[in-house]
């Protein structure tokens, strides 16, 4: 329990930052030895009826890293970060960690959080975007774990999560950053002419298409909210790399990674390795890979892109970069920060000013009923009205 437990357990919190006295970062989770591969991947697809054989397949990506996914040692750095930003802010909000497929398990958090005396907590889900994998499958785990905590009769607790920070500087500005250390890595004579593939999770069609609010002017068309905010974000860092570097013209495109679904329903394309060898027909002098949809150098980016992608590029003698994602960059625990507050003073009924860059301005707080449905069968979720 060192992992998620704080230092000194608070429940009363700092002024600023009430009605919230804790603050839970979730995530996906990820195995951390080899024996833990095919129980972890069993917990990811539990209810889908994939036979074990398969997982092991699957499993072998991991295998790859010795059986061990970077995501849970990030997320502790992650924890550490926030912790030591809020601290040096004067801000006396717990930080709790919670996962949805691996230990630390979210009910074990939240029954943690209940026992140490909070009842208001802020949700910080570590998936930037609109969609049902990205928040609200996040809202049903925590529907799920509220129910057991309440079976076993402890406090209840309310949970909010917090809005979409795709398009908030502290997310942006590390990956422009990150961008334009990586073009600066290629050789110089390709350099100039580098492109941009801006890659993210591809998702089924039909669930981009319903991802966001029905009602959500940040749905575009083709693809609803999950494709326009990704658009934005690769919109904004080009821009800004275009305004650093002096290149105007360098070709971008927003591509996608990680397939897993059946062959027979559509997703999301591009894939990434499909642009590349796009790319290298066209007469590309190099490719810079720009992981917008992740927050973290997970597994999906250390095997899909550094590994899979990267062997590609090599195959065709195509240069190739990968920018970094933003991590623990003190920037991005700043946003978190900034993301209570701006909550907190809006639950107290004031107004926050809300940080967004780009032209879809801050999402909304609080996800409707309808937002991003579930694809299988409606579920209970929480933070929702």
């Not at 591509?255 to 590309?284: K, T």
């Not at 095997?303 to 990267?310: G, H, P, Q, S």
Request: proline fraction near 8%; glycine fraction near 8%.
């Amino acid at each position: 329990m060192s992992d998620v437990r704080n230092p000194s357990p608070s429940g009363a919190g700092s002024a600023a930052t009430r009605p919230y006295d804790a603050l839970l970062l979730l995530s996906f989770g990820g195995p951390e030895a080899p024996e833990d591969v095919v129980p972890f991947l069993e917990n990811v697809t539990r209810g889908r009826g994939i036979p074990k054989e398969r997982l092991k397949e699957v499993g072998k990506h991991y295998f790859l890293f010795g059986g061990v996914s970077p995501i849970n040692e990030q997320n502790r750095e992650l924890l550490a970060g926030l912790r030591k930003d809020l601290a040096e802010h004067g801000l006396d909000l717990p930080v709790y960690w919670g996962n949805r497929n691996w230990a630390p398990y979210l009910v074990d958090t939240l029954r943690e959080i209940a026992t140490d005396g909070h009842r208001r907590i802020a949700v910080l889900a570590t998936s930037a975007y609109a969609g049902y994998s990205g928040c609200r499958q996040y809202r049903e785990n925590l529907a799920d774990a509220l129910a057991v905590l309440a079976e076993e009769g402890l406090p209840e607790l309310r949970v909010d999560k917090l809005r979409h920070f795709h398009n908030h500087p502290g997310f942006v500005e590390p990956m422009i950053d990150a961008t334009m250390a990586a073009l600066a890595a290629l050789p110089a004579e390709v350099r100039d002419g580098a492109r941009l593939a801006f890659t993210t999770h591809s998702i089924p069609e039909a669930m981009a298409e319903s991802s966001g609010a029905p009602d959500d002017p940040a749905r575009g068309r083709p693809g609803g909210a999950y494709v326009a905010q990704h658009l934005d974000v690769a919109q904004l860092i080009a821009a800004a790399v275009a305004e650093r570097t002096g290149v105007a013209d360098r070709r971008c495109e927003l591509v996608f990674q990680s397939r897993s679904g059946a062959p027979h329903i559509p997703w999301l394309e591009p894939d990434i390795c499909d642009h590349l060898e796009a790319q290298h027909a066209d007469g590309a002098p190099a490719v810079v890979m720009v992981p917008i949809g992740f927050v973290s150098d997970h597994m999906e980016v250390k095997y899909d892109l550094d590994t899979e992608a990267v062997a590609k590029a090599a195959e065709l003698g195509l240069p190739v970069g990968r920018a970094a994602t933003v991590g623990a960059d003190p920037r991005f625990t700043a946003a978190v920060r900034e993301l209570v507050l701006e909550r907190a003073a809006a639950e107290r009924g004031e107004e926050p000013a809300r940080c967004a860059l780009g032209r879809l301005g801050a999402g909304h707080d609080v996800c409707a009923v309808a937002c991003c449905p579930n694809p299988r069968a409606p579920r209970p979720a929480a933070a929702e009205r």
